[in-house]
């Protein structure tokens, strides 16, 4: 289906905020879902880039925050408002939360920060209390991006050592976490959040082709009753609970 | 006569764009994406006699003019496969669009799994297809692709135990791949089916380590589309056997150039994996060929460009 470029707006140095108009995609999308942007006529580029949406409004507007890593993506940030951009989604599974407004805790690690955000104004939404829980290499004016700035309770950690620490206080009487970030990030947060036996989601990320279950590409080693066996990242997750992934063991 | 119908040996198909084996799922998957009916025939992921479960991440990177990939053949096994796969298959396709893609270690675990198929699918199916092919498998199938006396050996094998057609999947990495053909060709086999991937690499620059889990993988997309062109072209004249062509096809031009160098049908691979409705386009595409060349039949075609 074809989306609608609304605007896109610099965050960082290297990160851009696109928003499209798109009411099919819109409609549908749930937060932690993801969407597969095929760079369009004049790209080279094989692959979609697959980007998890950042905000969306649940009816027309949705928008993702793409960090410029390579040719592709930096292809993008010049893109204009009015272009028609081919869009593959909502795809995937994403982040469940139960019913009953609580605590959570939201841990984003760089720009695994995407993801958290339509997460956010949706538990908002529902009466959650929600904390942040942010860890930038760089680039803490990422946060710039998010629009419930106000309404949220964020902490930073600054680095790797730090933020067990900071995680430790921000679990005090929570209900649940969700986490998206870099791997050694999220064992961390797995490893801390199962031994306080708080419920946790995990947003995966791996190398996809096609984004829909058929290349098996995205294999990701998760726990089974049958034992450890590969799942796909596009379709059984992006987002799984914490105790299921193996983050070294391989089947 | 549809004049895209495409003849394979003894299947009969209803255009000649099939979905490749390990690109197209199961088809059943791909149904909430693109329309199903436009397809020739899917070959489904490969079963293989003992459950695989695929090689470690990453197993897909992007690559100039396609992708490397190393996915190892994962699959659940011969009992899942029937059990569980196979009905869902065969509600998302008609039966002169499913065929079933095996592989063993042996001649008779190849064996084996045809029957246990074609005993419980046989009616549902147009074909088995022998994967000889797939390049990531350390031992076993690369032999049934180098070795000529015992790719005839594999083929004869199941073309005397299933009623079915029966197509040889083969890897024309090997020097002697006209020589496997020929011999292949010998048993009556319907069709000869190429893979044409080339082993390749890509080295991550800030890690320093290749990206692959598995190190190497083959690389597939129009990158190699002009090497499946040559197989063809040589194939062509060294068998009569039917020919499937497959590597880097995603437009109908791709397709009906394929043809013109000997091939009777084409195999759509990673095409889909950024467009799972490009079969369909493909196939309006030809029709239109078909309609504004005034050919009763594309098959016509096929060769036309050794004469």
Known sequence: MMARLVRSCQITARDTLYEFDCPELAGKARPGQFVEV???????????????????????????????????????????????????????????????????????????????????RRLLAEGWKVRLLFSPRREDELLNALPQREELEIRCAENRAHLPEVLEELLANADCVFACGPEGMLETVA????????????????????????????????????????????????????????????? | ??????????????????????????????????????????????????????????????????????????????????????????????????????????????????????????????????????????????????????ARELVAAAKGAVEVPVFYKFNTNFENYLE??????????DAIYTSNTPMGMKIDLRKKRPVLGNVVGPVCGPAIRPIGMLRIWNLYQAVSVPLVASGGARTWEDVIEYMLAGAAAVGVGSAQFPHPDIVPQIVSGLEAYVEREKLDSLSVLVGAAHR
């Open chain 1, 38 to 120: 095929a760079l369009g006529e004049g790209d080279s580029s094989f692959l979609r880039r697959p980007i998890s949406v950042f905000d969306c409004d649940g009816e027309s507007r949705f928008s993702l925050l793409v960090r410029t890593v390579g040719r592709g993506t930096q292809r993008m940030t010049g893109w204009e408002p009015g272009r028609e951009v081919d869009v593959l989604g909502p795809l995937g599974n994403g982040f469940r939360w139960p019913e009953r407004a609580g605590v959570c805790v939201l841990v984003g690690g760089g720009i695994g920060l995407a993801p958290l955000t339509y997460l956010a």
């Open chain 1, 191 to 251: 490893r801390t959040t199962m031994e306080r036996g708080i419920p946790c989601q995990l947003s995966m990320e791996r190398h996809m082709a096609c984004g829909i279950g058929i290349c098996l590409g995205c294999a990701i080693a998760v726990h089974t009753p049958e034992g450890l066996t590969y799942k796909k990242v596009c379709k059984d997750g992006p987002v799984f609970r914490a105790e299921e992934v193996s983050f070294h063991e391989q089947p």
């Open chain 2, 1 to 150: 006569m549809s004049s895209l119908e495409t003849k394979l040996g003894r299947a009969i198909f209803r255009n000649p764009v099939l979905g490749a084996s390990g690109c197209t799922g199961h088809g059943y998957e791909m149904a909430e994406y693109t329309d199903l009916s436009r397809y020739g025939a899917v070959s489904l992921k490969t079963v293989t006699y003992h459950a695989r479960p695929g090689n470690p991440p990453e197993r897909v990177n992007e690559v100039p003019g396609g992708i490397i990939s190393s996915i190892g053949l994962q699959n659940p096994g011969p009992d899942v496969f029937l059990e569980e796969i196979m009905p869902k298959a065969l509600s998302a396709l008609d039966r002169d669009q499913i065929v079933v893609s095996v592989a063993g270690d042996t001649v008779e675990e190849y064996v084996e799994l045809c029957q246990r198929t074609v005993e419980r699918y046989g009616d549902r199916i147009a074909a088995v297809e022998l994967n000889a092919a797939c390049p990531n498998v350390n031992h076993g199938t690369g032999y049934f692709s180098r070795d000529a006396h015992a």
């Open chain 2, 180 to 189: 496997v053909a020929t011999a292949v060709s010998e048993t009556g086999v």
